[in-house]
């Protein structure tokens, strides 16, 4: 029977410096949100909704990563959204 990844760590089997395959997806999902935030050209970029007034973000503080406006998570397939994920990840 196949050992989860902890199983591996602890037994000694596998080095305790490797990431899981959750964390690695999560640092592909954040490179390319960031390669589409800072490339116009990016055919994703136009999906992006409008830039956050600057008043607002002072007033709020934000800790973003980004300088988005949220987009309202009305129903699941919206909140499935790759772009509607990250503009929310780290958001509170």
Known sequence: MWKTQKELHE?????SDILTAAELI???DD???QRILRD??????????DRR???EYELTGSPR????ELVPKV?????SNFLIRQLYKNCY
Do not use: K
């Open 65 to 68: 990563s980004h300088d988005r």
């Open 53 to 55: 007034r600057s008043l």
């Open 40 to 49: 116009n050209n990016y055919i994703l970029h136009a999906l992006l909704p």
């Open 31 to 33: 490179n390319l949100f």
């Open 75 to 79: 129903n699941s397939l919206i909140e």
């Open 26 to 28: 999560e640092d592909m």
């Open 11 to 15: 037994t000694g089997l596998c080095r």
